[in-house]
C-alpha cells in the first residue's frame, strides 16, 4: 500500500520559517515527479511547488516563489518543502502528491491536481500575525 506522510507542520509566528517533510512509503518515486499543494479555509487547494525526479528541475507558484525551496532524498524516499518568511495567507493544509508517471515522459513538471496519482494526508501550518 502506497503512503505518502507528511510532517513538520505547527503554527509559527509571520517571518518566521518550517520545514515539512514528505516521505514515501509502499514503494520509491525516485523516477517520479513530486509536488506540494496546500488548502487554505473556504479555498481550492492550489499548487505550491513541484520537483522531478533528480532535483534538477523545480517550478513555484508566484506566491511562493523565492520563500519556499523543495527538494528531495531518494536515498530516504521523501521530498521537502523548506518554507521562510511566512505571512499569514501561507496559513493553510499542505499537502504532498506523487506522479505515478516516470518523471521523463513529461514535457513539463506537474502543477495541476488531476496529474498526481498519490496524496498525502496533509499537515496543517499555521501563520501567526
Known amino acids: 500500500q502506497v503512503q505518502l506522510v507528511e510532517s513538520g507542520g505547527g503554527l509559527v509566528q509571520a517571518g518566521g520559517s518550517l520545514r515539512l517533510s514528505c516521505a514515501a512509503s509502499g514503494r520509491t518515486f525516485n523516477s517520479n515527479d513530486m509536488g506540494w499543494f496546500r488548502q487554505a479555509p473556504g479555498k481550492e487547494r492550489e499548487f505550491v511547488a513541484a520537483i522531478s525526479w533528480n532535483g534538477s528541475r523545480k517550478y513555484y507558484s508566484d506566491s511562493v516563489k523565492g520563500r519556499f525551496t523543495i527538494s528531495r532524498d531518494n536515498n530516504k524516499n521523501t521530498v521537502y518543502l523548506e518554507m521562510n518568511s511566512l505571512k499569514p495567507e501561507d496559513t493553510a493544509v499542505y499537502y504532498c502528491?506523487?506522479?505515478?508517471?516516470?518523471?521523463?515522459?513529461?514535457?513539463?513538471?506537474?502543477?495541476?491536481?488531476?496529474?498526481?496519482?498519490?496524496w498525502g494526508q496533509g499537515t496543517q501550518v499555521t501563520v501567526s500575525s
Open positions: 502528491a506523487a506522479d505515478r508517471e516516470v518523471s521523463w515522459v513529461r514535457e513539463r513538471l506537474p502543477i495541476r491536481e488531476d496529474e498526481y496519482d498519490y
